[in-house]
T-cell receptor
Framework: GAGVSQSPSNKVTEKGKDVELRCDPI?????LYWYRQSLGQGLEFLIY????????KSGLPSDRFSAERTGGSVSTLTIQRTQQEDSAVYLC???????????FGPGTRLLVL | SQQGEEDPQALSIQEGENATMNCSYK?????LQWYRQNSGRGLVHLIL?????REKHSGRLRVTLDTSKKSSSLLITASRAADTASYFC??????????FGPGTRLSVLP
């Protein structure tokens, strides 16, 4: 069956530009998570959505980062005025309900020049 | 949120040997999950163990959980080259978000 998909798979952008990363979760999954993984580092939680509840934004590193989830399905992570330190792999995961097994997408590799 | 801390950070073994990696955490948990990541992309869920379970098996994987010591271990038996990956634990803390640690980088040499 279809898993979590993310697009684009790779993104190269110039410092100061805005980028949008997309995540399509598994159909029917109510929880959606965004993580960031810098080179050689572990995963860093960014934000999660659970059903129609307000998202937990506690992990967002700065106000340049925002995310939305439309219709309880597709999610977009937006990074405004990108900085070189934003370069990382951004991973999205979804789970049937919050706290249950998370299924990860392949990630988007972002490079800010 | 709480983070699982994996140990060792890196492990190299020969094919056919067993690999053991450990995870420690700080606060009480509802469950703990182990994930594998190949080539820095796309984590794969391996196994979930609940706080009232002490051991769980899945194929060549064996996970133990000791809530009194706040630790878990993942054992991979009869390792294969394809097991080469990074392994992460994720302690789930009753509604708190978790953050993955740096993981254990396992290299299985042919």
């Amino acid at each position: 069956g279809a898993g979590v998909s993310q697009s684009p798979s790779n993104k190269v952008t110039e410092k100061g530009k805005d980028v949008e990363l997309r995540c399509d979760p598994i159909s029917g999954h109510t929880a959606l998570y965004w993580y960031r993984q810098s080179l050689g580092q572990g995963l860093e939680f960014l934000i999660y959505f659970q059903g129609n509840s307000a998202p937990d934004k506690s992990g967002l590193p700065s106000d340049r980062f925002s995310a939305e989830r439309t219709g309880g399905s597709v999610s977009t992570l937006t990074i405004q005025r990108t900085q070189q330190e934003d370069s990382a792999v951004y991973l999205c995961a979804s789970s049937l309900n919050w706290g249950e097994t998370q299924y990860f997408g392949p990630g988007t590799r972002l490079l800010v020049l | 949120s709480q983070q699982g801390e994996e140990d060792p950070q890196a492990l190299s073994i020969q094919e056919g040997e067993n690999a053991t990696m450990n995870c420690s955490y700080k606060t009480s948990i509802n469950n703990l999950q182990w994930y594998r990541q190949n080539s820095g992309r796309g984590l794969v869920h391996l196994i979930l163990i609940r706080s009232n379970e002490r051991e769980k098996h899945s194929g060549r994987l064996r996970v133990t959980l000791d809530t009194s010591k706040k630790s878990s271990s993942l054992l991979i038996t009869a390792s294969r080259a394809a097991d080469t990956a990074s392994y992460f634990c994720a302690p789930d803390n009753y509604g708190q978000n978790f953050v993955f640690g740096p993981g254990t980088r396992l290299s299985v040499l042919p």
